[in-house]
């Protein structure tokens, strides 16, 4: 996993005391993506025609922000399930005698207790993707003044 797919993990799941979180579940998650960007819509000053380029490249800015982490938080509800999972950095792997891996996370993370009850157990480490799940193409602000098209167009209207 990347730095950027643990960086977006991160994001959509540590509480943050000043920012209050997204709640997705999987069954919600279309309508909590169109809230997004409803909640975008509802706020803007104007019509989206009559923003600056740089509102609403503020705009955008926002919206990929909340989406990207909203696409994070719902491939972890993929991933994962209704089962228990935490989430870890991956500090060390050594190979001999098979894998060992020693994984690193806060001491309050939700299910502590119950990876300490599954020592000696059986658990199965997934491993989310949240690049995978990332592209599309983004939208882009119109400019506040459009190109001159001066190739081959007839441009007689801006000579005189």
Known sequence: MSKTDLDCLEDAFVPEKDEERL????STLLGDLMGLVTDEVKAL?????KLSELQQQEVIVRVKKQCTNAVAQAVRIMATGDRVSLLATVDTVTFKDGVKAVFKM???SPGRHDLADAE???VMIVIPDTDAYMGGEEPEA???????????????????
């Open 23 to 26: 709640q997705l579940t999987a």
């Open 45 to 49: 000053p104007d019509v989206w025609q």
């Open 106 to 108: 806060p001491g309050n």
């Open 120 to 122: 000696g157990e059986t």
């Open 142 to 160: 119109d400019p506040d003044q459009p190109a001159f098209d001066l190739d081959g167009e007839d441009v007689s209207q801006f000579t005189h």
